[in-house]
């Protein structure tokens, strides 16, 4: 018979936290404290379910949700983790119940941990299972247990929402687990089992939340949202018989002839929100048509707005449903600039955007770009003369591009940062330097580096693989190499809500599939970009997907999303560098350098789509079905 063992070193913490004034001969038996201590005293318990937050989504204490040294983003087409891109085993073809990368590890780039979501679930349980007997004596105190009621519910309903879009149909359990229990007595639900049990809960969180809370505590916008995204993700290609072989496995897929009804219940919840039935959330910035042409002020002030989503530190902004919150010191840590900064400036340079998402980015005029401009049919390498660049500035790929690009992505040349002493002699103009000088074409060696290079003098070692850092989720105020950051990870925001309605009523069709595209289209006029405009179903799709890669860029959201459409071994792809050739005549050559390829990358294989438990649980409970292919 296998025994659950319980985790309670959070409850031993608090413990010594509130006890430590007690008198020292005046203790409880340890077998007792449980409910003696933790549940009989309202404060310690918000305190407890304050550590809840902190194993959101299956992390640890390493960092919360999406704000990690890893990016979630370097498991799909948008970014390439430099340190360890191995650990990302769903696009190396090497994932299995025994190796499982990411999905496994703890601290740097460890997510969505199956062990860390069920612990969290186990102590949330703890929590909803003891809350309504805390003594309260007024009624301030009732109005706290009664929103603390509501807060575990929104937590419990995330991690299973996390498990089930991972793992498909979860082992469902509303009580803690005892000590002694049988673990072999347990089961997986259905898919669909897992989803009713998700939604229940965010219903029953939503009628514990009061109106208003305190920001950073879990709110009824939250709730609303992750209902919002929990069914776009359910009614999609890859819940509803996609993995054809696999349409009748109740685990992985919902009953046959439910997604017409579900693609109703997802733009139904994402409706709601835009409703303001939830609270008053609305984009930040105008979503008026945008002027034509855009100006380089334009350009400009649309990707402020647009990044400024991202570097929020105090009270959140209206696009702001609901975020994480880091402070200078202590509490959770965010060193994004640490993190994902240039190597020239003392930082990690990790999650670089890749070539093929750089390209993505529209013109400032909404029109796509087009690497192949100038020399049709080749993909590879751009070429410049000093002359041509000053007739025509578009011949360098990097001018004239869309309001978002310049707010995501620090390219060669762009703006950032003063240097630092070590590195401001070698680029005192403060501009991102990937390239390389030369004096004459055809030289074998440069005789400069850039100093944000993997040749360059400054930390080689953390220099791009891509040519590019991410520069979305940095703060231009932090000096990473000393100091944290303290701008917000956000986790639901109104956009997502805008285009996951967008996309429900585009599947729908019919009548919906306008309202689909004006929504979109709300979306890209706050961008700066003019409206798409189409009544085929099947562009409008193209138009959404595309959106949403852009949008959403390093949010995490592509993982879910190429999986949920089922479209990953079409976007996955080796990723190569792009390499830049300055010489002293004027003349630029980038070079997408087939010949550098920084990380060897496939999707091979459709159990990929879905996360084998991992081998330890399976040992602890062999009657559990594993996912289809391991």
Not at 559 to 568: C, G, K, L, N, V
């Amino acid at each position: 018979m296998k025994k659950i063992i319980l985790n309670i070193l959070p409850i031993v913490a608090l413990l010594l936290m509130f006890s430590s004034c007690e008198d020292v001969l005046d203790k409880k038996a340890v077998d007792r404290f449980n409910d003696d201590l933790v549940f009989s005293d309202i404060n310690v318990v918000n305190a407890y379910l304050g550590k809840t937050y902190d194993r959101m989504g299956g992390n640890t204490d390493a960092g919360i949700l999406g704000g990690r040294e890893d990016l979630l983003a370097s498991g799909t087409d948008q970014t390439l983790c430099i340190h360890r891109p191995a650990n990302y085993v769903n696009i190396k073809g090497t994932m299995s119940p025994d190796q499982l990368g990411i999905f496994v590890n703890n601290g740097l780039g460890g997510y969505l941990r199956w062990n860390n979501l069920y612990a969290n679930i186990q102590d949330v349980n703890r929590i909803l299972e003891k809350i309504d007997g805390v003594p309260v004596t007024t009624t301030t105190q009732e109005a706290l247990k009664k929103r603390m009621k509501g807060e575990a519910y929104f937590i419990r309903a995330y991690d299973y929402a996390t498990l089930l879009m991972l793992y498909g149909g979860a082992v469902l359990q509303e009580k803690p687990f005892k000590l002694g229990e049988d673990f072999l007595t347990i089961n997986r639900s259905t898919y669909k089992q897992t989803l009713d049990f998700i939604l229940k809960d965010i219903q029953s969180a939503l009628d514990n939340l009061p109106t208003t809370v305190e920001q950073g505590r879990a709110n009824r916008g939250a709730c609303a949202a992750l209902k919002s995204r929990i069914l776009l993700f359910s009614a999609s290609k890859l819940t509803n018989g996609g993995w054809t072989e696999q349409a009748s496995n109740q685990l992985i897929n919902m009953p046959a002839g439910s997604q017409a009804a579900l693609w109703v219940q997802a733009r139904d919840a994402a409706k709601d929100v835009m409703d303001g039935k939830y609270g008053p959330y609305a984009l930040v910035g105008t979503t008026n048509d945008p002027p034509s042409p855009l100006t380089e002020a334009d350009i400009k002030t649309y990707a402020d707005t647009y990044f400024g989503i991202f570097n929020q530190k105090a009270a959140w902004n209206s696009e702001t449903i609901w975020a994480i919150q880091f402070p200078a010191s202590g509490g959770n840590v965010n060193n994004a600039n640490l993190w994902y900064g240039p190597n020239g400036y003392n930082n990690w340079g990790n999650n670089n955007p890749t070539e093929p998402m750089v390209r993505a980015w529209e013109m400032a005029d909404g029109t796509k770009f087009q690497w192949d401009k100038y020399d049709p049919g080749n993909m590879e390498v751009r070429k410049a003369t000093a002359a041509q660049k000053a007739a025509d500035p578009l011949r360098n790929p990097y001018n004239g591009r869309e309001p978002r690009f310049y707010a995501s992505v620090l390219y060669d040349g762009a703006p950032w940062q003063a240097r630092p002493a070590n590195s401001a002699a070698l680029e005192p103009t403060n501009r991102i330097e990937t390239s390389y000088f030369f004096r004459n074409e055809g030289d074998a060696n440069p005789y400069k580096s850039g100093v944000d290079t993997r040749q360059s003098l400054i930390e080689a070692w953390n220099g791009t693989k891509t040519g590019y850092y991410i520069r979305k989720l940095l703060d231009p105020a932090t000096v990473g190499q000393h100091f944290r950051n303290t701008n917000h990870w956000v986790e639901f925001r109104y956009a997502e809500i805008l285009l996951n309605y967008a996309e429900a009523c585009i599947e729908i069709g019919g009548a919906e599939l306008q309202k689909g595209i004006d929504a979109l289209n709300m979306v890209r006029n706050r961008a700066g970009l003019p409206d798409r405009v189409t009544t085929d179903q099947a562009k409008a799709r193209e138009f959404l997907r595309h959106e949403r890669h852009i949008e959403l860029f390093a949010e995490g959201h592509r993982f879910y999303d190429i999986r949920r459409w089922m479209i990953a071994e079409q976007v996955i792809e080796d990723v190569y560098g792009m390499r830049i050739e300055h010489y002293d005549n004027g003349t630029t050559i980038w070079k997408y350098n087939k010949a550098d390829r920084a990380d060897a990358r496939v999707f091979s294989d459709k159990k990929f789509y879905w996360i084998p438990f991992p081998r330890d649980e399976m040992n602890k409970a062999p009657q559990l079905q594993q996912n289809p292919g391991y």
